[in-house]
């Protein structure tokens, strides 16, 4: 059977693979372009198997919401060159995961994977991606909230860093509700909370912290005394975990004697120490204020804390789950050196 230019194209079309693989494989089958199609779904997958021990660090993070918004899903599908995380074809492939993910409420990759799309299993048309794109392609993670409240999220430059956020409140302020998510969901990309409250930080994590937040200012402060400078404070403690009724009465108590040393008249004193607490609060807070979202300065508005802001939009609001992907997070990546390389093949040459 003579195989014309208008049966490549359409082979071509039903599979994206190359022009000359397409025509190639219409001569093996002799222009069959349904066994075309099947030589060339299992060339894709050889050639997805070749490459993939191959880093595969860039990418896309990408989020969907179920028509219900108490459903939200977040995968992290990579590649290994920033050119074809940019294109439509994989950005396209990366949405359309989410969207299954958040549609039919997965929760596993065993699950995405076996799925179908577009015709096939979702592993079957990652394998296709790799023969079309000729890159390792792999959706290497999933993270989904469920909640009878509300859910929504965002995503930042590109599909660099993608955030998925939850809560419950009253059903008079689901609308406000969910502009407040989004919103906070902005927040977490820029600042990097580890988890919603103090509460969620693990208190080993805690004590460490606490030690190296104490060296890195002495080490700080040796420098600033070279030079002259003002030293920093160094904290009593970092976390409100830190802060025990007992701790905060023995500080209130402190702040009672020096104002009675300074001679100001007790009749005041209930004015000025909730402000001088809320400051010792503060500035006893680094780690809580640098991992927890609730403790962060909110970006929208410098003035308030988040736990503020969200309280200022209505008392109900509850955050209730939370999850931040950064693309390549973990991933080891390889690092070229070009002199190195150089040099390696002039002494074996």
């Known amino acids: 059977m003579a195989i014309t230019a208008a049966l490549v194209k359409a082979l071509r079309d039903r599979t994206s693979a190359g022009m000359m693989e397409c025509k190639k494989a219409l001569v093996d089958s002799n222009g069959d372009i349904d066994a075309a199609t099947e030589l060339l779904r299992k060339s894709g997958l050889a050639k997805a198997e070749k490459k993939a021990d191959r880093i595969a660090a860039e990418g896309r993070v990408a989020y ?69 794109l000729g890159e390792n392609i792999n959706i290497r993670r999933l993270g989904s909230i469920s909640t009878n409240g509300v859910v929504n999220g965002y995503v930042h430059g590109g599909g660099k860093v993608g955030v998925i956020i939850a809560a419950t409140c009253d059903e008079s302020v689901r609308d406000k509700t969910e502009e407040l998510l989004r919103n906070l969901a902005m927040h977490a990309c820029a600042m990097k909370p580890a988890s919603i409250s103090y509460l969620d930080l693990d208190l080993d994590f ?71 607490l809320d400051r010792y609060i503060k500035d006893n807070t680094e780690l ?62």
């Open 64 to 132: 969907a919401i179920s028509d219900d918004k108490q459903f939200a899903a977040i995968v992290e599908i990579n590649c290994e060159t920033d050119f074809v995380s940019k294109g439509d074809i994989f950005g396209d492939f990366s949405q359309n995961i989410a969207s299954l993910s958040a549609n039919e409420k997965l929760t596993e990759l065993d699950a995405i994977n076996q799925a179908p799309l577009a015709g096939e299993t979702v592993d079957e048309k990652r394998r296709s991606l790799v023969t079309t």
């Open 206 to 276: 805690v004590a460490r912290e606490t030690e190296a937040i104490r060296a890195e200012i002495e080490k700080g402060n040796e420098e600033l005394e070279r030079l002259g400078k003002q030293l920093r404070r160094i904290p009593d403690f970092v976390s409100r975990h830190q802060l025990t009724d007992d701790v905060l009465a023995a500080v209130e108590q402190t702040m009672k004697d020096t104002l009675k040393a300074e001679g100001k008249p007790e009749h005041i004193w209930d004015k000025i120490i909730p402000g001088q």
């Open 288 to 349: 809580d204020q640098a991992h927890a979202l609730l403790s962060q300065t909110y970006v929208m508005d410098d003035k308030k804390t988040v736990e503020q802001a969200i309280a200022d939009v209505h008392p109900s609001i509850q955050l209730v789950d939370y999850i931040r992907f950064e693309l390549g997070e973990g991933i080891e990546k390889k690092v070229d050196n070009f002199v190195e390389e150089v040099m390696a093949q002039a002494k074996n040459a």
